[in-house]
């Protein structure tokens, strides 16, 4: 390129008989060309690269940003049995990809929120999955952010928990501010008469109630509530985005009828700490530890697969991580953890 700029420099030169001064402006503008292409070339291939998009990345950009760091294990993953208590089933993936994921993965047993919630179409669902599936029904009717209760659903529960096909009930979004099903997000008001109603009818028939609510922390209302139903157990889904350690023990400590789920909090493979930092890690700090250890009573493992292909296809991955995280707890905790705690709380 250089050779041929220069020539063309030497042919003006020759053939429009330039005065000294001409070809100097000339040689100085055509240089400032040549060195703004160069950089301007150079800075959109860093920003390219940056962003980790296109083919030709290389492969120290692919394990750069938009993957998550995992913490180096050397050691022996938890053995035992795990249960999955927060997963969804939806009709966007088909039943045989969830049969085939499970079976693959390390989880034994799961249970599964379903839109269905009448007594035939979960005895359909059964029969295709097999007995290591269990049911948590909504009570609510979703479509995108519209979320109402609908009370012909209360009477297909009664049914439903009679033939023992539900043992929970949920996912309940109270706080919700993103998810693939409803990018708007949904808000309940969980003070409402029917809101409160839920909660009694899953108290009066013995089901934990999972509840999302990523403010829950703030929520001391909810908090009276839920004591005011002597009963109710609720699951406060995800920790409740709670990040800080003390804020879970103080929780837990005062409240005897919180449990929680560690899904998507300790979660790298998808969902919103993927990017925006782990709540706990594979390699829990001391402080995690501790707290885990000190209520493994009420806190349960959840993959919260189920909204779209891709997550279900990530729960070998996020079962492994499981393991790993368990496998800093004494063996006691591990195993509640892991799976006690679901035999007790879904009576299975
Ligand atoms: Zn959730």
């Known amino acids: 390129m250089l ?15 330039m005065n000294k001064r001409s070809f100097l402006k000339l040689i100085f503008s ?36 938009g993957k998550p760091k995992r913490e180096e294990f050397i050691g022996t993953p938890y053995q035992g049995k795990m249960y999955d208590a927060h997963a969804h089933i939806t009709s966007k993936v088909s039943i045989k990809t969830y049969i085939e994921a499970y079976k693959n993965s390390t989880f034994d047993k799961a249970g599964l929120f379903t839109k269905s919630i009448k007594s035939k179409s979960l005895e359909k669902i059964k029969n295709k999955l097999g007995k290591n599936f269990f049911f948590f029904v909504d009570l609510h009717k979703r479509e995108k952010s519209n979320y109402q209760f ?18 929970g009930v949920g996912e309940l979004y109270y706080n919700l501010s993103f998810a693939p099903f409803a990018p708007q997000g949904i808000k309940t008001n969980y003070k409402s008469k029917s809101e409160i109603g839920i909660l009694e009818k899953a108290a009066e028939l013995k089901l934990p109630v999972f509840i999302h609510d990523e403010k829950f922390y703030e929520h001391q209302d909810l908090l009276d509530i839920v004591k005011k139903i002597p009963n109710l157990k609720v699951v406060l889904a995800h920790l409740g985005y709670i990040k800080s350690p ?44 501790e707290i885990l250890e000190k209520h493994d009573d009420r806190i349960l493992v959840g993959s919260d697969i189920g909204a779209d292909v891709q997550r279900v296809k990530r729960l070998t991955k996020v079962a492994n991580d499981y393991r790993i995280l368990l496998s800093h707890l004494k063996k006691s905790s591990a195993e509640k953890i892991a799976y006690k705690n679901f035999e007790k709380l879904f009576s299975i």
Do not use: C
């Open 3 to 17: 050779w041929e700029v220069s020539l063309w420099v030497y042919v003006a030169y020759e053939k429009l008989q």
């Open 30 to 65: 055509t240089t400032s060309l040549l060195f703004f292409s160069t950089f301007s070339l150079f800075a959109s291939g860093h920003k390219r690269s940056g962003k980790g998009r296109g083919r030709g990345r290389s492969k120290k950009n692919k394990e750069g940003r």
């Open 150 to 167: 609908v009370k012909s659903r209360a009477k297909s529960l009664n049914m439903a928990k009679q033939k023992n096909l539900v043992h």
């Open 246 to 289: 003390r804020k879970v023990d103080k929780l837990l400590t005062n409240n005897k009828q919180i449990y929680t789920d560690l899904s998507l909090v300790t979660n790298s493979r998808f969902g919103p700490f993927k990017r925006k930092g782990l709540i706990i890690k594979r390699v829990p700090s001391k402080k995690w530890i």
